[in-house]
């Protein structure tokens, strides 16, 4: 009975998408008791290990976000005490987490991908490192954070990337400006769900305040593109989230130039594999134009929970 199942809902964490964490953690944990679940919150730290001993939760529901929650760390621990938990194991979270290792098996299966290159971000001082405009994302980090765009005319890379208020790493990824839509597809299981277009609202790019911030931007699912290009994306989203290795839920995300022809450039950016479960998130609202409630949504992945994954 799933009344009986206790829920660890683990979320917070030491990140910098702690807030986005803490938000998709508390909706999580509501959603699942009103689907009669146990659950017990709780805030990641680095005595989680022996919380959880003490805990002794039937599952972990992962809302954690970012470094340690997304890129197989906690998934390590978690396999390590034996405890079932929801969405990717370690190595396919690792492996997603890394912007340039995904890209790699991503395009090994056929699924196309924006040329780009990983470089110190001290070695973008003087000179382009490409033909503007490109972008320049932090390897392993979500939310958007650290993402600059720089744009045709700009005469140098950005100085923040090599200024001290760098905090993503040193690693960055120059990578490909596509003009273009945004597109995602969410898969769960071994389905994709639909595909919705995200539209920022006031912002140049789909960042952390159009992500985040209510208002921030438009959610149009589904996605007013041709049959050819939906379904291609739903493939597509499918194809990553079986290459990389994904388990339970994932979100893939894609730009679409159509300025020239319908069919235009698809380009597969990068596969989520902790989509964010907020008030404004992405995944919650394509389960729900596929007819899955959010309490059946998050059952769902508490269900679908184990080890080894």
């Given at each position: 009975?799933?009344?009986?199942?206790?829920?660890?809902?683990?979320?917070?964490?030491?990140?910098?998408?702690?807030?986005?964490?803490?938000?998709?953690?508390e909706?999580?944990?509501?959603?699942?008791?009103?689907?009669?679940?146990?659950?017990t919150?709780?805030?990641?730290?680095?005595?989680?290990?022996e919380?959880?001993?003490a805990l002794?939760?039937?599952?972990?529901?992962?809302?954690?976000?970012?470094?340690f929650?997304?890129?197989g760390?906690?998934?390590?621990?978690?396999?390590?005490?034996?405890?079932?938990?929801?969405?990717?194991?370690?190595?396919?979270?690792?492996?997603?987490?890394?912007?340039?290792?995904?890209k790699?098996?991503?395009?090994?299966?056929?699924?196309p991908?924006?040329?780009?290159?990983?470089?110190?971000?001290?070695?973008?001082?003087?000179?382009?490192?490409?033909?503007?405009?490109?972008v320049?994302?932090?390897v392993?980090e979500?939310?958007?954070?650290?993402i600059?765009?720089?744009?045709?005319?700009?005469?140098?890379?950005?100085?923040?990337?090599?200024?001290?208020?760098?905090r993503?790493?040193?690693?960055?990824?120059?990578?490909?400006?596509?003009?273009?839509?945004?597109?995602?597809?969410?898969?769960?299981?071994?389905v994709?769900?639909?595909?919705?277009?995200?539209?920022?609202?006031?912002?140049?790019?789909?960042?952390?305040d159009?992500?985040?911030?209510?208002?921030g931007?438009?959610?149009?699912?589904?996605?007013?593109?041709?049959?050819?290009v939906?379904?291609?994306?739903?493939?597509?989203?499918?194809?990553a989230?079986?290459a990389?290795?994904?388990?339970?839920?994932?979100?893939?995300?894609?730009?679409?130039?159509?300025?020239?022809?319908?069919?235009?450039?698809?380009?597969?950016?990068?596969i989520?594999?902790?989509?964010?479960?907020?008030?404004?998130?992405?995944?919650?609202?394509?389960?729900?134009?596929?007819g899955?409630?959010?309490?059946?949504?998050?059952?769902?992945?508490?269900?679908?929970a184990?080890?080894?994954?």
């Open positions: 009975m799933t009344d009986k199942k206790h829920v660890a809902v683990l979320m917070g964490g030491f990140s910098s998408e702690r807030p986005v964490s803490l938000a998709s953690g909706a999580c944990a509501a959603a699942l008791e009103r689907a009669g679940y146990q659950v919150r709780v805030d990641v730290g680095r005595d989680i290990s919380r959880l001993r002794a939760p039937d599952v972990c529901f992962n809302a954690l976000h970012g470094p929650g997304e890129d760390s906690i998934q390590g621990v978690l396999e390590y005490l034996e405890i079932p938990y929801s969405h990717s194991g370690v190595l396919a979270s690792a492996l997603a987490m890394d912007k340039k290792l995904s790699i098996v991503a395009k090994v299966q056929g699924i991908v924006a040329e780009s290159k990983v470089m110190n971000r001290f070695d973008l001082t003087s000179a382009h490192p490409m033909p503007p405009p490109y320049v994302k932090p392993a979500g939310s958007s954070f650290g600059v765009i720089v744009q045709a005319d700009q005469p140098h890379p950005p100085q923040i990337i090599t200024s001290d208020e760098w993503y790493g040193d690693r960055v990824m120059v990578e490909r400006y596509i003009h273009g839509r945004e597109l995602t597809c969410t898969v769960m299981g071994d994709a769900l639909g595909v919705t277009e995200i539209v920022p609202v006031g912002h140049t790019f789909y960042d952390y159009a992500k985040y911030v209510e208002g931007s438009k959610h149009v699912c589904p996605a007013e593109i041709s049959p050819f939906y379904q291609k994306i739903r493939t597509l989203a499918l194809k989230h079986q990389i290795g994904c388990r339970g839920v994932s979100r893939s995300d894609f730009r679409y130039d159509d300025r020239f022809s319908e069919n235009g450039e698809l380009v597969w950016l990068e989520n594999t902790q989509p964010g479960m907020t008030p404004t998130s992405l995944a919650p609202e394509m389960a729900a134009q596929a899955h409630s959010f309490e059946e949504f998050v059952s769902w992945m508490v269900e679908d184990t080890c080894c994954r």
